[in-house]
């Protein structure tokens, strides 16, 4: 396939991804700093930094 987008992530490789139930929101989870967070799949920015969250389902399957 083809490259379409390149996050660049600071702190360590996430240990999970995850896509929003629409495709717009990927969260990405690294369990060595406990921390999630939340990417504009279209523009590839940052949207939201979670510490602490705990990793486990991002979204429910009403995208909620």
């Known amino acids: 396939g083809e490259l379409i ?6 702190s360590y490789w996430p240990s999970a991804l995850s896509f929003s139930p629409d495709s717009k929101v990927l969260a990405s989870y690294n369990d ?4 999630t967070i939340l990417w504009d799949v279209t523009t590839g920015e ?19």
């Open 32 to 35: 060595r700093n406990n921390e």
């Open 5 to 10: 987008r390149t996050l660049h992530i600071t």
């Open 46 to 64: 940052e949207i939201k930094r979670l510490e602490n969250s705990g990793g486990g389902q991002f979204f429910s399957l009403d995208g909620q």
